[in-house]
């Protein structure tokens, strides 16, 4: 049975007056069933983690290197040394700012698993490709590449973003993000096998919001959502966690 995941992207949002924030988080996240994750910027992990032993936190991102002369980036040790036990990898906004591929989000997720951090791997299509109806084999082709061999549901779990849908206030339709999430499940038990195939989770990450997390996390294979705007506000957030169980 996998639980749910109610994961919190706080971008590149808060400073130590925001903290105030995970403390008002902490007492619903004290009687949730579903598993709460806030990936703050790096600034704010150590002193994040201090605050409740029952809101995990994770990076935004990693190096594909352990140390060395890489200003400004931080390794995947560095995030788990601070308390870090997630990191995302592959958002769409590293894609399209940072211009990450495939095969950089590849060796980052080898990386993060060396250092025994979870891989939160996104994957998703733009708006074009979306009405070009090319939403699937996008999907399969960055889910093949960007995922290394060796996944287990302790150590991989896949979002699904419709580039589309981020920050925008569009989301998809309950039958479109069901497809997407079905074709992921049957590709992920198809090369690693139906135990690990169905272990792994996937979160639903285009815009979810008080309003519509009830009726996303009703929808076959959605398995948690990856929040934006609203984890940043405890009120909001709570709603989701609330509607993921």
Sequence with gaps: MRKKLAAGNWK?????????EIKLLSKYANTATCEV???????????????SSRIAVGGQTCHTETSGAHTGDISAQMLAD??????????????????????????????AWAAGLTAI???????SEREASNTIDIIGGQLAASVPDKATGENLVIAYEPIWAIGTG????????????????????????AG??????????????????????????????????????AADFSYIIKALG
Excluded: W
């Excluded at 590149?12 to 105030?20: A, D, I, K, S, V």
């Excluded at 792994?200 to 294979?221: C, E, F, H, W």
């Design 12 to 20: 590149m949002n808060g400073l130590q007056e925001n903290l105030h």
């Design 121 to 127: 791997v996104c994957i998703g299509e733009s708006l």
């Design 196 to 233: 690990v195939g169905r272990s792994v989770r996937i979160l639903y990450g285009g815009s979810m919001n008080p309003k519509n997390a009830t009726d996303i996390a009703q929808v076959s294979n959605v398995d948690g959502g990856l929040v934006g705007g609203a984890s940043l506000k």
């Design 37 to 51: 994750l806030i990936c703050p910027p790096a600034t704010l992990l150590q002193s994040m983690n201090a605050i």
């Design 170 to 193: 569009l989301t998809p339709s309950l039958d479109q993000i069901g497809e997407v999430h079905d074709f992921i499940r049957a590709r992920l038990e198809r090369r690693f096998g």
């Design 82 to 111: 601070s308390g870090a036990t997630y990191v995302i990898l592959g958002h769409s906004e590293r894609r399209s700012d940072c211009n990450e591929t495939d095969a950089v989000v590849r060796t980052k997720t080898k990386a």
